[in-house]
């Protein structure tokens, strides 16, 4: 088969340049929300369709690994998929959890909930808003108020004032992370990728958002291959996918053998 170079899959046949065949060769990492999720106005409201699970599972048994690389906590990710079912960078990699061992690279939570406690003034005055703590890292959602994003934004720089370079923020859609500037989901799948389970194998990576950005580089500097979930954008990815939907129908064809 011949690999496109275009950024774009036909929507009616989202698998037919995809060149992938599951096997003990591939490494998945996908994330979660808006790429195997579509994004709900809060983040408990997403539905996690039971066929989905089934497919990750396949999938992971074939290849004889699977790591869900997410912005969500870790409590968060086994909440939808099952608790231990998956391998997980949480917290945009300030977490990751492979093999069942949990290595935690965010010190103090406590640190989260300050710069969460500093953001709440600002998100009191524009309704429609709201805070979410997520452990290691904090999200401050206005998909209800789209007009508030530059007075959150400063507000975001504001409470990370003073902690030095402790903290980055993140821009994704009508999201504002603050996460540990010290792990990003391209660093988690380094971690990954150095580890027995996953080593030697070609990571594959989907995601939808400007915040999984580094981990479409670090897939792409190793030979990977990105896809990128959601409408054109200049992005690391080489391959692309119109929506969650088309990139669960892909997943399920993969699995009954019509990818690749």
């Not at 099952?82 to 061992?101: E, K, L, Q, S, Y």
Request: hydrophobic fraction near 45%; charged fraction near 25%; include cysteine.
């Amino acid at each position: 088969m011949t690999i496109r170079e275009s950024l774009a899959l036909p929507a009616a046949d989202p698998a037919g340049d995809l060149p992938v065949v599951w096997s003990t060769a591939w490494a998945p990492f996908l994330d979660i929300d808006g790429t195997l999720l579509d994004i709900a106005a809060r983040p408990d409201d997403v539905f996690v369709p039971d066929d989905l699970i089934e497919t990750l599972t396949a999938i992971a048994d074939t290849c004889g690994c699977l790591a869900l690389i997410t912005g969500r906590s870790l409590g968060q990710a086994d909440a939808l998929f099952g608790a231990g079912r998956f391998d997980v960078a949480a917290n945009h990699g300030a977490v990751v959890r492979i093999g069942g061992v949990v290595r935690d690279q965010a010190g103090d939570p406590g640190a989260a909930e300050a710069v969460a406690a500093a953001l709440r003034p600002a998100v009191d005055r524009h309704a429609g808003t709201f805070v979410e703590e997520k452990g290691h890292s904090v999200a401050v959602h206005y998909r209800a108020a789209p007009a508030a994003e530059p007075f959150l934004l400063q507000a975001a720089r504001e409470a990370i004032r003073g902690s030095g370079d402790a903290w980055r923020i993140l821009i994704g859609k009508a999201v504002i992370e603050i996460a540990p500037r010290t792990a990003t989901k391209g660093t988690a799948i380094a971690q990954f990728l150095a580890d027995p389970a996953y080593r030697r194998r070609r990571p594959f990576f989907a995601g939808d958002d400007t915040t999984d950005e580094d981990a479409f580089e670090a897939v792409a500097a190793v030979g990977g291959l990105g896809v990128l979930i959601g409408p054109e954008r200049k992005t690391a990815a080489r391959y692309r996918l119109p929506s969650p939907g088309a990139f669960r129908a892909w997943l399920d064809g993969s699995v009954a053998g019509r990818a690749g």
